[in-house]
Antibody
């Protein structure tokens, strides 16, 4: 069974940093692109970033370019999202998602709150 | 920037057919996928590559495409289908992904 478990969320002040982690199991992690998708409170889904199998290709939504970095560790079967210079508008539930040309398996999500 | 447009809400009675449209310029060039999100839960994939249904998704869920519009159809709607539905696709290069604004399906 595919499992994706996010961790590392919480409350952070504007301008602060946070690193999200996603532990993957139940599939061959190194064979798949992976993605982060977020959802602000009461709002719709927003794609944040994708990374390919070996980490050599990374793509981001314009609003996080230069502030967020997606990465992965094949030895630990883990996906990461390093977030810096956080803004109030980054407040959201962040989902770790497996990519198979589409988003076929989702984690339960982790809440990130940016507030002073 | 690339956008996908969905109606904010659709309402149907149990047993009726619900249709949710998703439109955008690149719809004709890239596949569209559909996700169902029930209150307080993570989304799940219900249709991929315009018309394909993942295993475990009921047959009453189907997808279709015509020009710059794709449609999610739920035949014989049940109370458990009440949820938000999102279409998702990519720009013409396939690099940058986007979601539609979401459609809240209400079962009367």
């Amino acid at each position: 069974e595919v499992q994706l478990v996010e961790s590392g969320g919480g409350l952070v002040q504007p301008g602060g940093t946070l690193r999200l982690s996603c532990a993957a199991s139940g599939f061959t992690f190194r064979n798949y692109w992976m993605s982060w998708v977020r959802q602000a409170p009461g709002k719709g889904l927003e794609w944040v970033a994708n990374i390919n199998q070996d980490g050599s290709k990374r793509y981001y939504v314009d609003s996080v370019v230069g502030r967020f970095t997606i990465s992965r560790d094949k030895a630990k079967n883990s996906l990461y999202l390093q977030m810096s210079n956080l803004r109030v508008e980054d407040t959201a539930v962040y989902f770790c998602v497996r990519v198979a040309g589409f988003l076929d398996h989702w984690g339960q999500g982790i809440l990130v709150t940016v507030s002073s | 920037s690339y956008e996908l447009t969905q109606p904010p809400s659709v309402s149907v009675s149990p047993g009726q057919t619900a249709r949710i449209a998703c439109s955008g310029d690149a719809v004709a060039k890239q596949y569209v996928h559909w996700y169902q999100q029930k209150s307080g839960q993570a989304p799940i994939l219900v249709i991929y590559k315009d018309i394909e249904r993942p295993s475990g998704i009921p047959e009453r869920f189907s997808g279709s495409t015509s020009g710059t519009t794709v449609t999610l159809t739920i035949s014989g709607v049940q109370a458990e289908d009440e949820a938000d539905y999102y279409c998702q696709s990519a720009d013409s290069s396939g690099t940058y992904w986007v979601f539609g604004g979401g459609t809240k399906l209400t079962v009367l």
